[in-house]
C-alpha cells in the first residue's frame, strides 16, 4: 500500500496548523502579555478617564542615577499625578503589602514575581525627583489585567480589570491648578527618552546589569538569604537596606553599602 497520499495530507495539515501553534506560543511570551496588559489599560483608560480632566502619558522611560526606569502609564490631572504600573497575570495572585515578592499560582505551579508596589515605588520616586512636586501629589496605582483573581487582602490601591479608573476617580479634591497640569505633563514628556525599540532595549540591559551588581547576602544569623527592603517609616523613610527572608522570625537588617 503506498501511504504517499497519507503523508503529504498529513504534512499539509501540519503545515497549516503550525503558524497557528507558533502564534499562539507567541502571544504567551512574558513581553508580549506585558504589550497586551498595557494596551487593555490605555484602551480603558481612552473610554473611561475624560481627556480633557486626565493628561495619558504612556511608556515613558526616565534617566535615573542607576540607568533608567519605564512606567507604563501616567495620568496627570488636578486631582493628581496617577502612576499606573500593569500587570497582564492569570491564576491566583497571593502577596502583602510588605512582602518583596508575590506568587502567581495557576493549579499546582507557582511562580514569583517582583512585588509590584516595591516596583512602582520607584517609579514614584524618580518622578517626584525630576518634578520637584509634593509626594503627596503622586499616587501609585497597580492595575492587575488577565483572567486573575486576587487571593490575599490588597490594599485599595491594588486594583484588577477596570477597577484602576474607579481608584483614580475616587480622587476627588483638586490639589493642583489647571496651570500645573500643563506644566507638568510638559516636564514629563520633555524628560522621557523617546520612545522606541532602541530606548527599550537599553533599558532592559540596565535592568540586567543592575540586577547582575546586586551581590548575594546571607544572614549572619540563619544563613538565610538578605532581600532587599525599603523602610516605611522613621527617619530612614524610603531608604532601602538588607532583611533577613526569614522575617519576621528573624529580624537581622544589614546596611547597603
Known amino acids: 500500500m ?13 503545515l497549516w496548523v503550525l503558524p497557528f501553534i507558533i502564534f499562539i506560543g507567541f502571544l504567551r511570551t ?17 473610554i473611561k478617564l475624560p481627556k480633557d480632566v486626565y493628561h495619558p502619558i504612556h511608556n515613558v522611560t526616565l534617566p535615573t542615577d542607576d540607568g533608567t526606569t519605564q512606567i507604563d502609564h501616567i495620568f496627570v490631572s488636578q486631582f493628581g499625578v496617577f502612576v499606573v504600573e500593569t500587570k497582564n497575570m492569570k491564576g491566583w495572585i497571593f502577596g ?21 508596589l516595591r516596583q512602582n515605588f520607584k517609579h514614584v520616586k524618580t518622578l517626584e525627583s525630576a518634578l ?3 509626594p503627596e501629589a503622586i499616587i501609585s496605582v497597580i492595575a492587575f489585567t488577565g483572567e486573575c483573581t486576587l487571593k490575599t487582602e490588597m490594599p485599595p490601591n491594588v486594583t484588577r480589570g ?5 481608584y483614580i476617580k475616587s480622587y476627588s479634591l483638586p490639589i493642583l491648578s489647571k ?32 540586577h547582575e551588581s546586586v551581590p548575594e547576602k546571607n544572614c549572619s544569623n540563619y544563613g538565610k538569604a538578605m ?10 523613610k524610603g531608604s532601602e537596606f538588607w532583611g533577613c527572608s526569614g522575617f519576621p522570625s528573624c529580624r537581622a537588617i544589614q546596611k547597603i553599602t
Do not use: C, M, Y
Not at 512574558?30 to 481612552?46: C, M, N, Q, T, W
Open 30 to 46: 512574558p513581553k508580549v502579555k506585558g504589550i497586551i496588559g498595557e494596551a487593555l489599560v490605555k484602551f480603558l483608560a481612552k
Open 2 to 14: 503506498d501511504f504517499t497520499p497519507i503523508i503529504q495530507a498529513a504534512v499539509k495539515q501540519i
Open 96 to 116: 502583602g503589602e510588605s512582602q518583596a515578592q508575590w506568587t502567581q499560582q495557576i493549579f499546582k505551579e507557582k511562580n514569583k514575581f517582583q512585588n509590584p
Open 162 to 166: 477596570i477597577g484602576f479608573v474607579d
Open 179 to 210: 496651570s500645573q497640569v500643563q506644566s507638568i505633563a510638559a516636564q514629563i514628556e520633555a524628560g522621557r527618552l523617546e520612545p522606541s525599540r532602541k530606548t527599550d532595549k537599553e533599558h532592559v540591559q540596565n535592568l540586567k546589569t543592575r
Open 132 to 134: 520637584g512636586i509634593s
Open 227 to 236: 532581600v532587599l527592603r525599603r523602610a516605611k517609616k522613621g527617619a530612614n
